[in-house]
């Protein structure tokens, strides 16, 4: 047997985002998708929020030179093989998070571009958009949008999966290398289609609708493709597998609060070896 001090250094994901005190969503769903995959997880905690699954009560920004002392922690110690990035709220966390990207120029970026919840509520700073185009999109390995997210970021709306495949196109002359857009929010009964794309080529991702109102899917998506890239997949199965997950981990979900929001069953989820 080999002894545990001479083992490899297992790789690592990082995730930079916000905490949600509930445990649902941010940086408490993405280390529970890291564990679920068996891929030792780190964490910069950029936003601290008061919620649950009823909604945000508070939320308080750190000042980034924590953020920064954070994410170089994370750096020195540590086989940083992907990063995951989430709830960056201001124009300064973001121009502080690209800043430490560029230093480190990790092997993969994830970058979920949370700025409209699931419920609908903006939770970007309006100043902070241009900075999330220009600094971020471009060091992104992929980029995880929801509907109304591409739909800000683009300045056009989609309402069917031909406007999803126009979205792609539009993503890419914005910059971003490779695209998982999330159809859930299209109306209707049949399934959620997601199309992941690269220059040249898109593949759509299909899975029957749940109908079902949860909390923390998009966390969960990015920090699941993050962690198949740290366990050395390619982009389009990392986000196959992702995608594959989040819809076990939603059809396992349960009910820990007082409403009707599920929480994801992350570890029911979880991939068996």
Do not use: W
Request: aromatic share 4%; hydrophobic share 45%; charged share 20%.
């Amino acid at each position: 047997m080999t002894a545990p001090h001479s083992s490899p250094r297992p790789p690592s994901a990082l995730t930079i985002a916000g905490s949600d005190s509930g445990g649902g969503a941010g940086i408490q769903a993405d280390l529970k998708t890291f564990a679920a995959h068996r891929v030792h997880g780190l964490s910069a905690i950029a936003a601290l929020t008061a919620q649950h699954t009823r909604g945000v009560s508070a939320v308080h920004v750190p000042d980034t030179g924590f953020l920064r002392a954070q994410i170089d922690a994370g750096f020195d110690d540590f086989d940083v093989r992907a990063v995951k990035l989430g709830m960056l709220a201001t124009a300064e966390v973001i121009v502080a998070v690209a800043d430490a990207l560029e230093h480190y120029r990790p092997q993969y970026t994830v970058l979920d571009p949370v700025m409209v919840a699931t419920s609908g509520a903006r939770l970007l700073e309006p100043s902070a958009l241009h900075a999330l185009r220009t600094r971020l999109l471009p060091l992104a390995s992929v980029i995880t949008p929801n509907l109304p997210e591409a739909e800000l970021l683009l300045g056009a709306s989609i309402a069917d999966r031909d406007a999803m495949h126009r979205a792609i196109d539009g993503l890419f002359a914005l910059g971003a290398h490779a695209v998982l857009l999330k159809g859930g929010h299209l109306p209707g009964d049949g399934d959620v289609v997601d199309l992941f794309a690269q220059p040249g080529s898109v593949r759509e991702i299909a899975h029957p609708r749940l109908q079902v109102d949860a909390h923390g899917t998009g966390c969960t998506l990015a920090s699941a493709v993050a962690a198949n890239l740290c366990l050395g997949r390619s982009l389009q199965e990392a986000s196959v597998a992702a995608a594959d997950y989040v819809h076990d981990a939603l059809r396992l979900g349960y009910r820990p609060g007082r409403s009707e929001v599920l929480v994801l069953d992350h570890f029911g989820a979880a991939p068996r070896a």
